[in-house]
């Protein structure tokens, strides 16, 4: 089955420092990737949509000057937290949609997530 | 508008069966189902297509009706590996449309 990668698992780190995130889509190809963020007990809450060769669309709400998205290949997007603060700790979780029109088309990949503490 | 699931959460004796239910505001074309267990990623369950019904999924089953945009998952004859949070995720139409998640359902199985 397919698979996306994505790490760290787990990252502290001090406020006002940045964190970069990766997922990277292992056996297929994804044009589109999301990035979610999860609080404790509570739905995961989409914060953009990456497009391969194109700027991220975000949520409302979600600063795009904050977290920056670039998805510069079709396996590869990064998330990166700018200048984080302790209210940017939260679980954050990319997926995958393969890029090839098959039955698959429809269905996310997620990459195992990353906690991210900032003290 | 995040969907709405109904209940909550529910506490299940081992065997027992569980109904979820997935309410959105918007017209459908399809719904996405997941689960979740503490700390790790949804991992996929299944899809129902408009005018389809599909079975995904060990004992789990589900249902969707499009002219009142809703779902619902059937699990029967829980096991303790059913525990997890339940994500359904509808989608407007097909494509490159993002995935919105519902409001989530936290689901224990106790022996």
């Known amino acids: 089955g397919a698979v996306v990668s994505q790490h760290p698992s787990w990252v502290i780190c001090k406020s006002g420092t940045s964190v970069k995130i990766e997922c990277r889509s292992l056996d297929f190809q994804a044009t589109t990737m999301f990035w979610y963020r999860q609080f404790p007990k509570q739905s995961l809450m989409l914060m953009a949509t990456?497009?391969?060769?194109?700027?991220?669309?975000?949520e409302q709400g979600v600063e795009k000057d904050k977290f920056l998205i670039n998805h510069a290949s079709l396996t590869l997007s990064t998330l990166t937290v700018t200048s984080a603060h302790p209210e940017d700790s939260s679980f954050y979780i990319c997926?995958?949609?393969?890029?090839?029109?098959?039955?698959?088309?429809?269905?996310?990949?997620f990459g195992s997530g990353t906690q991210l503490s900032v003290l | 508008q995040q969907p709405v699931q109904s209940p909550q959460a529910v506490i299940l004796r081992e065997g027992e069966d569980a109904v979820i239910n997935c309410s959105s505001s918007k017209a459908l074309y399809s719904v996405h189902w997941y689960r979740q267990k503490h700390g790790e990623a949804p991992v996929f369950l299944m899809i129902l297509l408009k005018g389809g019904e599909q079975k995904g999924h060990e004992k789990i089953s589900a249902s969707f009706n499009e002219k009142k945009q809703q779902s619902s998952l059937y699990l029967t004859a829980s096991q303790l590996s059913y525990s997890g949070t339940y994500f359904c995720?509808?989608?407007?139409?097909?494509?490159?449309?993002?995935?919105?998640f519902g409001t989530g359902t936290r689901l224990t199985i106790i022996p």
């Open positions: 990456s497009n391969e060769g194109s700027k991220a669309t975000y």
């Open positions: 995720g509808p989608r407007a139409r097909l494509g490159n449309e993002k995935l919105t």
């Open positions: 997926s995958a949609r393969p890029t090839l029109p098959d039955r698959h088309n429809e269905k996310l990949f």
